[in-house]
């Protein structure tokens, strides 16, 4: 009897010091597991917020990125959730009324004070970039310029964001932040595979960024960038006045100077359909500093339509100079390129005319033969096939179309078999494609020279596991007391 106590005595299941012990243990690891769970749900949960104004020659947006609080310097962790295009034209066409140029993005910034959380306010950047409408309006007349960019500077410090600046953005800069945008966006950066160029075509500039094979010949259009852990070697340029709305002007100019019936004021022009008529002042046209020989033209023109894609071809060609050219080779007025190089993303009116054209995929000669036909259609069938778009860019797309064959084949010098690496792109997931978003990354320094540590594991493995390995101690607990209960039933009968 006395040996029987002395066993149970010996046994530590049986000890409350034991059960007490078990008990605490399984609740620390319980808790440690939930707050580990909970505390990295509650980071995940709180973004930060970006506000980009894209302050185009034609209009201007505004977009609205997000991203995790705790992951800034993870790439592809940013996102656009929100864009606001401001109602009317482009700052620049403010240069007469510059109080206004502020005035009209109250809309669009009052829409992201709703968008984005009160507390998030004060901390969020807000950075206005202009282009080339800006850049031209410097060139014309500098003083009208800064009083625009004061006054869109006035209206967005009145916000409760944290304003970083309104600046014109140099060419090389927005050819190279859209290269930044389309790669972070398509992960080629973390991935580190090939990257893909970036072609943006404005309505006053267009612009072409990538990364060549051969040697860059000219320091102006070189950029160099360390993104990653990897070092890029970028060529990139801009032309100004090759956007879509400057080169129609050009045109236009051109032909003037052949094609125009003095005596009854006639504009006839093969970019335009047959039957399309319609009346415009000179001034409207050739007013800019893009259009250098200004013949003397009556004040007002009828602008007439012949709906011939070959001569249209011919005469789009006559605004690519390609008479001179100091390096190994040109794309157009004397501008250094290297041959393209690897896959392309179009964006801007590339994508806006190719793909109302339904000519997003096919060849090159597709394209041209969709092309001719599409311009011999007379305006009245246009007119009747697509009431819900604008007349004026529906009278357009003759001409626009035919200056992105003309640009991408005689300017950049793609070919028939190059033709499919062009893709035309709007979006890559949520956001634009454009040179905000790899705007913004720069100057808040979210794409880090060196790539970061990366966790042990990711936040779902590390949750799992730490669920795993809570159950299997409680299972090694729950084995151990069995085994003890039964060791102990079993010496117990030994003894009886
Ligand atoms: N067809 C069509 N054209 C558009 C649309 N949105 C803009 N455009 C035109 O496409 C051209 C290029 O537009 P954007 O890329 O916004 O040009 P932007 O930024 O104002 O001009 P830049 O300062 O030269 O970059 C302009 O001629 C616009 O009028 C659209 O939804 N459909
Ligand atoms: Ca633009």
């Given at each position: 009897?006395?040996?029987?106590?002395?066993?149970?005595?010996?046994?530590?299941?049986?000890?409350?010091?034991?059960?007490?012990?078990?008990?605490?243990?399984?609740?620390?690891?319980?808790?440690?597991?939930?707050?580990?769970?909970?505390?990295?749900?509650?980071?995940?949960?709180?973004?930060?917020?970006?506000?980009?104004?894209?302050?185009?020659?034609?209009?201007?947006?505004?977009?609205?990125?997000?991203?995790?609080?705790?992951?800034?310097?993870?790439?592809?962790?940013?996102?656009?959730?929100?864009?606001?295009?401001?109602?009317?034209?482009?700052?620049?066409?403010?240069?007469?009324?510059?109080?206004?140029?502020?005035?009209?993005?109250?809309?669009?910034?009052?829409?992201?004070?709703?968008?984005?959380?009160?507390?998030?306010?004060?901390?969020?950047?807000?950075?206005?970039?202009?282009?080339?409408?800006?850049?031209?309006?410097?060139?014309?007349?500098?003083?009208?310029?800064?009083?625009?960019?004061?006054?869109?500077t006035n209206s967005l410090k009145k916000y409760p964001f944290s304003f970083q600046g309104a600046r014109i953005?140099?060419?090389?800069?927005?050819?190279?932040?859209?290269?930044?945008?389309?790669?972070?966006?398509?992960?080629?950066?973390?991935?580190?595979?090939?990257?893909?160029?970036?072609?943006?075509?404005?309505?006053?500039?267009?612009?072409?960024?990538?990364?060549?094979?051969?040697?860059?010949?000219?320091?102006?259009?070189?950029?160099?960038?360390?993104?990653?852990?990897?070092?890029?070697?970028?060529?990139?340029?801009?032309?100004?006045?090759?956007?879509?709305?400057?080169?129609?002007?050009?045109?236009?100019?051109?032909?003037?100077?052949?094609?125009?019936?003095?005596?009854?004021?006639?504009?006839?022009?093969?970019?335009?359909?047959?039957?399309?008529?319609?009346?415009?002042?000179?001034?409207?046209?050739?007013?800019?500093?893009?259009?250098?020989?200004?013949?003397?033209?009556?004040?007002?023109?009828?602008?007439?339509?012949?709906?011939?894609?070959?001569?249209?071809?011919?005469?789009?060609?006559?605004?690519?100079?390609?008479?001179?050219?100091?390096?190994?080779?040109?794309?157009?007025?004397?501008?250094?390129?290297?041959?393209?190089?690897?896959?392309?993303?179009?964006?801007?009116?590339?994508?806006?005319?190719?793909?109302?054209?339904?000519?997003?995929?096919?060849?090159?000669?597709?394209?041209?033969l969709k092309m001719r036909r599409y311009c011999s259609t007379p305006w009245k069938d246009i007119v009747q096939?697509?009431?819900?778009?604008?007349?004026?860019?529906?009278?357009?797309?003759?001409?626009?179309?035919?200056?992105?064959?003309?640009?991408?084949?005689?300017?950049?010098?793609?070919?028939?078999?190059?033709?499919?690496?062009?893709?035309?792109?709007?979006?890559?997931?949520?956001?634009?494609?454009?040179?905000?978003?790899?705007?913004m990354l720069n100057l808040t320094n979210m794409i880090p020279a060196e790539a970061p540590d990366v966790p042990?594991?990711?936040?779902?493995?590390?949750?799992?596991?730490?669920?795993?390995?809570?159950?299997?101690?409680?299972?090694?607990?729950?084995?151990?007391?069995?085994?003890?209960?039964?060791?102990?039933?079993?010496?117990?009968?030994?003894?009886?």
């Amino acid at each position: 009897m006395d040996e029987q106590r002395e066993v149970q005595v010996k046994n530590p299941c049986h000890r409350p010091v034991f059960l007490i012990l078990t008990a605490v243990i399984a609740a620390v690891i319980i808790t440690v597991v939930s707050i580990s769970v909970v505390q990295n749900k509650h980071i995940l949960q709180k973004y930060k917020y970006g506000i980009v104004l894209d302050a185009g020659s034609s209009h201007t947006s505004v977009y609205i990125y997000e991203w995790p609080a705790e992951k800034e310097n993870n790439t592809g962790m940013v996102r656009q959730t929100h864009t606001c295009h401001v109602k009317g034209k482009g700052i620049s066409s403010y240069s007469t009324i510059p109080e206004k140029a502020g005035m009209s993005l109250q809309e669009c910034m009052e829409e992201a004070k709703q968008k984005i959380p009160v507390a998030r306010h004060p901390e969020t950047p807000v950075y206005l970039g202009a282009t080339a409408g800006m850049r031209l309006l410097k060139m014309d007349n500098e003083d009208a310029s800064n009083k625009v960019l004061a006054s869109v500077t006035n209206s967005l410090k009145k916000y409760p964001f944290s304003f970083q600046g309104a600046r014109i953005i140099l060419g090389q800069e927005e050819g190279a932040f859209g290269w930044i945008t389309v790669n972070y966006l398509s992960d080629n950066f973390r991935k580190a595979m090939g990257t893909l160029g970036a072609l943006d075509l404005g309505g006053a500039s267009t612009q072409i960024t990538f990364i060549p094979k051969q040697e860059i010949e000219s320091q102006d259009n070189t950029i160099d960038f360390r993104l990653y852990g990897n070092d890029y070697h970028l060529y990139t340029h801009s032309f100004l006045c090759f956007g879509k709305d400057q080169v129609l002007r050009l045109s236009l100019a051109e032909k003037s100077r052949y094609t125009l019936d003095k005596n009854n004021s006639t504009l006839s022009d093969p970019c335009f359909h047959t039957g399309y008529n319609s009346s415009k002042k000179y001034m409207d046209v050739f007013d800019t500093p893009c259009v250098k020989e200004k013949s003397a033209l009556p004040k007002d023109f009828i602008h007439v339509g012949l709906g011939d894609w070959a001569e249209c071809q011919n005469s789009v060609k006559k605004v690519f100079d390609a008479s001179h050219c100091r390096y190994s080779t040109c794309s157009f007025d004397g501008v250094f390129q290297p041959s393209v190089e690897g896959k392309f993303g179009a964006f801007s009116a590339f994508y806006f005319v190719m793909d109302f054209l339904n000519l997003t995929s096919g060849t090159l000669e597709d394209a041209k033969l969709k092309m001719r036909r599409y311009c011999s259609t007379p305006w009245k069938d246009i007119v009747q096939r697509y009431p819900k778009i604008l007349e004026k860019y529906l009278s357009e797309y003759c001409f626009s179309g035919t200056y992105i064959l003309t640009l991408l084949e005689h300017g950049y010098k793609f070919t028939s078999n190059n033709w499919k690496d062009i893709q035309f792109i709007k979006k890559i997931g949520d956001s634009d494609a454009g040179w905000t978003l790899g705007y913004m990354l720069n100057l808040t320094n979210m794409i880090p020279a060196e790539a970061p540590d990366v966790p042990l594991m990711p936040h779902g493995g590390y949750v799992s596991f730490m669920v795993l390995f809570t159950l299997l101690v409680f299972l090694l607990f729950f084995l151990a007391f069995l085994y003890y209960r039964r060791s102990t039933r079993t010496a117990q009968k030994d003894i009886i």
